[in-house]
Nanobody, 127 residues
Framework: QVQLVESGGGSVQAGGSLRLSCAVSGYTNRRIFNFAGWFRQAAGKERQEVAAMSAAGTPQYADSVKGRFTISQSVFNNSLYLVYLQMDSLKPEDTAMYYC????????????????WGQGTQVTVSS
């Protein structure tokens, strides 16, 4: 059973940085790593795309985070897949629950096209 567990969220002042991690385990088919992505959902709003990375390492970003956020990935002991989101120059509007996702079957910006999701980690940015 595929499991995604996010960590690294917290509270930070505007201009600060956080690094989110997502640990993916329990997979039997590495195909689910065709893409890995991060989404966020602010209170009362729709879940929206933040960043995604292909297995080949090509990143894509939402315009709102381009130049401030960096997505990366690594494999540990060939069994634990890790996805990171380095967030710099944080703004109050970045406040949201952040979710990671794997196994893309369509366009990365569409949340319904991702198969597996974590439970999320909260990021709060104060002004």
């Amino acid at each position: 059973q595929v499991q995604l567990v996010e960590s690294g969220g917290g509270s930070v002042q505007a201009g600060g940085s956080l690094r989110l991690s997502c640990a993916v385990s329990g997979y039997t088919n590495r195909r689910i790593f065709n893409f890995a992505g991060w989404f966020r959902q602010a209170a009362g709003k729709e879940r929206q795309e933040v960043a995604a990375m292909s297995a080949a390492g090509t990143p894509q970003y939402a315009d709102s985070v381009k130049g401030r956020f960096t997505i990366s990935q690594s494999v540990f002991n060939n069994s634990l897949y890790l996805v990171y989101l380095q967030m710099d120059s944080l703004k109050p509007e970045d406040t949201a629950m952040y979710y990671c996702a794997t196994d893309l079957r369509g366009t990365w910006r569409t949340k319904e096209h991702w198969s597996y999701w974590g439970q999320g980690t909260q990021v709060t940015v104060s002004s």
